[in-house]
């Protein structure tokens, strides 16, 4: 079908541009660009890819014309928003089923088990990124909408931006595209909250933007100047931010009061430094010095700010379960304010680690959200005697030197796809297997056990996409699975 020319084939074209200037504004690749501008010419309702055309253009045109990788961009695009779509239909399904009771942990299990499933099939960053960017260009689009009948529309895109997108994109490290996408939904999922939170930071604004400039001049020097400490840096950095509304509104849920205006770390600045390393030094004393030399940088801090005892947290020495580790500590400053005539004390957040700290951080507790999801307690109370995320697992073990984000999603992608199965299941929940376990066979056991438990059938008929398959079928990951 050639759309070009009609009102539908213009709005697709508008919406194309639109999503390719966003990629441009995060200085993507020609290849991402040009697959941008295909993708959102495409009508996923003619079917994939391979089976239209795009603007009339058939698959060995675009091919011919764009280049292999610009149609797998597209290829893949198109096979990550059918997961997708496949995912919503299941669950869809199992709340007609179970009469719309799902519990929140269930909800949060089967969100990270999308997750995992779209990372284990995608083995380019950029079809992620794609997707995202795509997600956020459609609510750019719905938020200038506010038609009453749009309105579960415009939910269900909030929802899968805060549970689904949003993380992804925190993955790649695309910070831009979470911020937008978090605040977009936030408006439209939460419009009271949002209101009140904004307000509040509104008129905080000037504070919060005097406490940030102030400490990070302050502490930079303080480090800088500290002869002792910087002698045995290789490399030290300081940044700051504050929370956005989104951020915000996350923390006061999880305050017991509830309270805004208690939040301690709307504004946050963090150390992460590399020791240089003495000669002849092991790793394990060399990683000893380093974490005694996150106790001085916090005494440095100290002797600028007064800290709130009660709210630091030491987490190089008792890591979290997810083998997270950092110093965090509660500083105080007394800001001028109105031309000096009022003095008012703020408080901020402090972090302290070193490099290797920070890496396990950004990407350590990564993988271990991605084998067993943020909302799954098992294997943290199996080991919360760990020090460390690699104490937890071998295949929990990361490398260290990710350059960003993006390589990261590629590493995962290569850990999921050789170790696990994701796969849709007949109670319409997304099932996680072990590669070396994951046969018609290994289902028909796992339903035996279910069933010899609650009193169903001791054998049962595997079939998969509706075709009956022998027990020896391999499974792959979307298979939709049921039973006869």
């Known amino acids: 079908m050639n759309a070009s020319g009609t009102r539908e084939g213009r709005r697709r074209a508008e919406n194309s541009v639109d999503l390719c200037l966003l990629l441009g504004e995060l200085d993507m690749d020609i290849e991402m660009l040009l697959a941008a501008m295909l993708v959102g010419t495409t009508n996923p309702k003619l079917g994939p890819l391979k089976q239209t055309s795009v603007a009339g253009a058939k698959f060995q045109d675009l091919k011919r014309h764009f280049g292999i990788k610009v149609v797998r961009l597209i290829e893949s695009f198109e096979h990550v928003t059918h997961l997708e779509s496949l995912a919503q239909h299941h669950m869809t399904q199992r709340s007609l089923e179970v009469n719309g009771i799902i519990t929140a942990e269930e909800k949060t299990e089967q969100l990270d088990q999308l997750r995992n499933l779209i990372l284990s099939e995608v083995a380019d960053w950029r079809v992620v990124a794609l997707r995202v960017a795509s997600h956020l260009q459609t609510m750019r689009i719905m938020a200038k909408n506010n038609e009453p009948k749009l309105r579960l529309t ?61 400490a990070t001049k302050d502490l930079t020097k303080a480090l800088e100047s500290n002869d002792e400490f910087m002698s045995q840096m290789e490399s030290v950095t300081l940044v700051g931010r504050t929370k956005e509304p989104f951020s915000m509104w996350r923390k006061v849920l999880r305050q017991k009061n509830r309270n805004v205006e208690e939040v301690s770390d709307a504004v946050a600045l963090r150390v992460v430094f590399k020791a240089i390393r003495l000669p002849n030094e092991t790793d394990a004393e060399y990683d000893s010095r380093s974490a005694s030399l996150c106790y001085d940088a916090i005494r440095i801090i100290e002797k600028c700010y007064p800290t709130v005892e009660s709210r630091n947290k030491d987490y190089v020495k008792y890591p979290k379960a997810n083998g997270y580790r950092s110093l965090h500590a509660t500083a105080l400053m ?19 680690r070193t490099s290797s700290m ?3 951080a950004e990407y350590g507790v990564a993988a271990h959200w991605a084998y067993k999801g943020e909302g799954s307690s098992s294997i943290i109370k199996q080991n919360l005697k760990s020090k460390s995320l690699s104490t937890l697992d071998s295949r929990f073990h990361v490398p260290i030197d990710f350059a960003n984000g993006c390589e990261f999603v590629n590493w995962l992608h290569e850990q999921l796809q050789s170790q696990k199965v994701f796969v849709f299941g007949p109670d319409g929940l997304i099932w996680d297997l072990e590669k070396n376990a994951a046969t018609a066979k290994d289902i028909n056991r796992r339903l035996y056990m279910k069933n010899f438990y609650t009193g169903g059938k001791s054998s049962v008929e595997i079939m998969v996409q509706g075709m009956q398959v022998p027990y020896d079928y391999v499974l792959r990951n979307g298979d939709a699975i049921s039973v006869a």
């Open 358 to 360: 920070h890496q396990q």
């Open 154 to 214: 415009n939910n269900k895109l909030a929802i899968e931006a805060l549970s689904l997108h949003a993380p992804l994109a925190h993955r790649l490290g695309i910070h831009q595209l979470v911020a937008e996408l978090q605040d977009l939904a936030f408006k439209r999922r939460y419009p009271r909250q949002n209101a009140k939170i904004r307000e509040h930071m509104t008129a905080h604004k000037e504070a919060y933007q005097a406490v940030h400039d102030k």
């Open 334 to 352: 007394e800001c001028d304010l109105k031309d000096g005539k009022e003095k008012t004390v703020h408080p901020f957040e402090v972090q302290v």
